[in-house]
């Protein structure tokens, strides 16, 4: 079974929670990628797992041509009202429909871990990349060092074990894995850079919505119901909750830039 098939209905639980209140909070990962990068006027650039393009919307205003890939009809819809003039699309990431030799840029935030076959979609990011061009994918960092790591184990305490070998969000984040999987998927890696990303919530309800929003949170209010997981959240929340109401979570990202 393909990845879109998977994670479709993990997705599209709340899109528009995860479009206002989530996912705006990887935007110093997304600036880190284009400066690295280089992206400019004319730049082509195609986001797999584009959620809903927060990242192409960024790289829009650069002057880039964007495309995006998503499982979640959901999130593409809202991609498509942050950028009109981009070429979203539902779909599967390890059978990309754009031809070959299509981008300057292919990007994966948090996506490629959740690829039934990782190095099969990369493959796939190399196939539509420019000979000189290049495929970032972004990962979370280590657990200790992203204190959302605590949310994430609040919801996944509400569900069954997963089956082996099933990937999760810290599937490519111990050091080197990343580079080495881009390795067999025929790309020459980079060096990693971390980014520091933290989490900002206006109050405990913020956070809870933002994270129920996410994959993990669709799947733990199927098995579990609303009110477990809103308990749990809340409880997850509560050492990061200042005196003002709001809650900082500490994260750190790593990227890595790779070349056909």
């Not at 299509?102 to 959740?114: E, I, T, W, Y």
Request: proline residues 8%; hydrophobic residues 45%; glycine residues 10%.
């Amino acid at each position: 079974m393909g990845t879109a098939a998977i994670q479709r209905a993990l997705w599209s639980g709340s899109p528009r929670d995860w479009a206002e209140l989530q996912e705006p909070q990887f935007s110093p990962l997304y600036q880190s990628v284009l400066d690295s990068v280089g992206v400019r006027e004319g730049t082509t650039v195609l986001d797999v797992g584009c959620g809903t393009g927060v990242f192409c919307s960024l790289a829009a205003m650069c002057g880039a041509s964007v495309a995006g890939i998503d499982a979640s009809e959901g999130q593409i819809a809202i991609a498509r009202e942050r950028t009109p003039s981009g070429d979203f699309r539902v779909g599967e990431m390890e059978e990309l429909p754009f031809a070959d030799a299509s981008f300057d840029l292919v990007s994966g935030f948090n996506s490629f871990q959740f690829a039934a076959d990782p190095v099969n979609a990369l493959r796939q990011a190399k196939r539509v990349t420019k000979p000189t061009g290049a495929v970032a994918i972004a990962v979370w960092g280590l657990p200790k060092d992203c204190q959302a790591a605590v949310l994430l184990k609040a919801m996944s305490s509400l569900l069954p074990p997963p089956p082996p070998g099933t990937p999760g969000p810290f599937a490519l984040s111990e050091p080197g894995i990343v580079e080495d999987t881009l390795a067999k998927a025929g790309l020459k890696p980079g060096r990693a850079v971390d980014v520091d990303v933290p989490f900002e919530f206006a109050d405990d309800e913020t956070g809870y919505r933002a994270m129920a929003a996410s994959g993990p949170g669709t799947r733990a209010i199927r098995v579990a119901g609303r009110d477990k997981l809103h308990a749990a959240l809340l409880a997850a929340l509560a050492p990061f909750k200042s005196a003002r109401g709001t809650c900082h979570l500490a994260n750190k990202f790593r990227f890595v830039i790779a070349r056909p």
